[in-house]
């Protein structure tokens, strides 16, 4: 593969999370401060992604693969979604701004694998490739973080339109990378999206255990994801978003890091770690402040890179070597649903009501919460999945194999 067209799949994947990161991560604070809308709605906002990424293996298996070019999609999808979210940015009411936010997640997510696909499809050694054109995705959700946060304007409707405007120009800028049609003989069967096989893998108890434990972490971790930047915020943190995104580079520093200690730790105990950071993340959330103790909060952020690392992409690995090699990428597939589908949508819906549960009275038309009753509530739950996971959880020996496949893909990044 050409230097020109990686960097155009460089490009491609700097705006597609450039996008998500503008807008995602400052929601909570624009519609809880901005808008006024309270603890659950906030909540069900966040969790339109959920749905997008529960509805997106649907699109992408029965339609995107088999009738459109990926390029031609993507354009579409982005366009669409730009559209949707500028319409969100100008409403005030929870049904038509929900209604918007959700319509644009429908666009969205499904443009994640769609990314992925066309620059697998350009590539002669993807696991080589793939990972130096991947990393220009992370920059790009940084690179949104910081100027969002540097502009002072987290919570107003102007990162929702600044993502909107960047999604359309994405949408066009797609139409300009490489002709990727559909697969020959592909045929649209439902089956063929998550095989009835796949599910046979978690048949298996340790591939069980790790499934539900997955799902599980996935609830308290939506209360980051929903609320982070809005407890930022009213705590009187400035350039929230901006500090927020040096969890994105602790995830570049920690993705060098899994081989070390994949050798060291094994599955059992990485996967154990990445959870123990959730609990020890949101207990320093808990005790921090903006003064003294605002080290406590960049401890937090910064736990970010051990949390989803030594967690979700040693689960990516460890899934990738467990499943038989024709059924990888269904039960990829299957783990996703069920972790940032099921898992965030529940979070979603749980998160909104414990926010809510400990707001406080109003002051000066402003409703504030009792974070760290919040955030403490997040730690214990995270403590009961690293509790069962500890108890249930059987390393059957097969972990000098997967760390060596977290050598192999950490050769395909390096």
């Known amino acids: 593969?050409?230097?020109?067209?990686?960097?155009r799949l460089g490009m491609l994947m700097f705006l597609q999370y450039f996008v998500w990161g503008a807008w995602y991560v400052t929601l909570g604070t624009f519609l809880a401060i901005g808008l006024h809308f309270n603890g659950r709605e906030v909540g069900w906002a966040a969790g339109t992604t959920a749905v997008g990424a529960i509805v997106a293996p649907l699109f992408?298996?029965?339609?995107?693969?088999?009738?459109?070019?990926?390029?031609?999609?993507?354009?579409?999808?982005?366009?669409?979604?730009?559209?949707?979210?500028?319409?969100?940015?100008?409403?005030?009411?929870?049904?038509?701004?929900?209604?918007?936010?959700?319509?644009?997640?429908?666009?969205?997510?499904?443009?994640?694998?769609?990314?992925?696909?066309?620059?697998?499809?350009q590539m002669r050694d993807a696991q080589r490739e793939f990972g130096p054109i991947r990393v220009f995705g992370t920059i790009g959700w940084i690179v949104a973080g910081v100027a969002i946060g540097r502009l002072g304007i987290e919570a107003t409707a102007l990162p929702l339109r600044i993502a909107a405007a960047t999604s359309v120009l994405l949408g066009l800028y797609c139409y300009t990378l490489p002709d990727t049609p559909p697969l020959a003989g592909r045929t649209s069967d439902l089956?063929?999206?998550i095989p009835g096989r796949a599910m046979r893998v978690l048949r298996e108890r340790s591939t069980l255990v790790f499934a539900l434990a997955s799902l599980l972490i996935c609830i308290p971790l939506q209360f980051y994801y929903a609320f982070t930047?809005?407890?930022?915020?009213?705590?009187?943190?400035?350039?929230?978003?901006?500090?927020?995104?040096?969890?994105?580079?602790s995830e570049l520093v920690c993705m060098l890091l899994i081989p070390f200690f994949f050798r060291r730790?094994?599955?059992?105990?990485?996967?154990?770690?990445?959870?123990?950071?959730?609990?020890?993340?949101y207990v320093l959330f808990a005790w921090?402040?903006?003064?003294?103790?605002?080290?406590?909060?960049?401890?937090?952020?910064?736990?970010?890179?051990?949390?989803?690392?030594?967690?979700?992409?040693?689960?990516?690995?460890?899934?990738?070597?467990?499943?038989?090699?024709?059924?990888?990428?269904?039960?990829?597939?299957?783990?996703?649903?069920?972790?940032?589908?099921?898992?965030?949508?529940?979070?979603?819906?749980?998160?909104?009501?414990?926010?809510?549960?400990?707001?406080?009275?109003?002051?000066?038309?402003?409703v504030r919460h009792e974070w760290r009753a919040i955030w403490t509530i997040c730690a214990?739950?995270?403590?009961?999945?690293?509790?069962?996971?500890?108890?249930?959880?059987?390393?059957?020996?097969?972990?000098?194999?997967?760390?060596?496949?977290?050598l192999e893909a950490q050769a395909g990044r390096s």
């Open 288 to 366: 921090g402040n903006a003064t003294d103790l605002v080290w406590m909060l960049w401890g937090g952020i910064l736990l970010h890179g051990i949390c989803y690392d030594f967690f979700f992409v040693t689960g990516q690995i460890y899934i990738d070597r467990r499943a038989p090699q024709e059924l990888r990428a269904a039960t990829q597939g299957l783990i996703t649903f069920l972790t940032y589908g099921v898992g965030m949508f529940l979070g979603a819906w749980l998160s909104g009501i414990v926010v809510d549960a400990y707001a406080l009275p109003a002051l000066g038309g402003v």
């Open 1 to 7: 593969m050409g230097w020109g067209i990686r960097a």
């Open 265 to 281: 730790l094994g599955v059992k105990y990485m996967l154990a770690v990445g959870m123990i950071a959730w609990v020890g993340r």
């Open 60 to 121: 992408v298996g029965l339609v995107a693969d088999r009738f459109l070019a990926t390029q031609k999609a993507l354009g579409a999808l982005h366009i669409a979604g730009g559209v949707l979210l500028w319409l969100a940015s100008g409403q005030s009411s929870f049904p038509a701004v929900y209604a918007a936010i959700l319509g644009y997640s429908l666009c969205y997510m499904p443009t994640l694998a769609l990314s992925n696909s066309l620059a697998f499809r």
């Open 380 to 406: 214990g739950c995270s403590a009961l999945v690293l509790l069962f996971f500890l108890l249930v959880f059987a390393d059957d020996g097969r972990s000098a194999d997967i760390a060596d496949g977290a």
């Open 191 to 193: 089956r063929q999206i």
């Open 229 to 249: 930047n809005l407890y930022l915020n009213e705590v009187g943190i400035a350039n929230a978003a901006g500090k927020m995104a040096a969890g994105q580079v």
